[in-house]
């Protein structure tokens, strides 16, 4: 199993920027990729970004390219979303997700972190 805890969310105004960090535990070496996903009030959960955990591109939405990008900290079993200008629209709960390098779907989740941003 493996266990994802996020933190970093909170209430901020338009325009502002947060980080987002997402901690792995437990059998991380079984972790082939890594993705953020949001949900906002009334809406379905959606996605964000990816990265593959053994390193290339991430991979992100076109509603948030050139404005969040995803790091990874291996030796930390750490990813990261900074989120710089950012609207009303990104407002939700985002939720760290993980795949295992067994199979090809998000199998693991965190339970989740409130971003708030005001107009």
């Known amino acids: 199993q493996v266990q994802l805890v996020e933190s970093g969310g909170g209430l901020v105004q338009a325009g502002d920027s947060l980080r987002l960090s997402c901690a792995a535990s437990?059998?991380?070496?079984?972790?082939?990729?890594m993705g953020w996903f949001r949900q906002a009030p009334g809406k379905e959960r959606e996605f964000v970004g990816q990265?593959?955990?053994?390193?290339?591109?991430?991979e992100y939405v076109d509603a948030v390219k050139g404005r969040f990008t995803i790091g990874r900290e291996n030796a930390k079993n750490r990813m990261t979303l900074q989120m710089n200008s950012l609207e009303p629209e990104d407002t939700g709960v985002y939720y760290c997700?993980?795949?295992?390098?067994?199979?090809?779907?998000?199998?693991?989740w965190g339970q989740g972190t409130q971003v708030t941003v005001s107009s």
């Open positions: 437990g059998f991380t070496s079984r972790i082939g990729v």
């Open positions: 990265v593959r955990w053994s390193g290339g591109s991430p």
């Open positions: 997700a993980a795949q295992s390098i067994f199979r090809g779907e998000y199998a693991y």
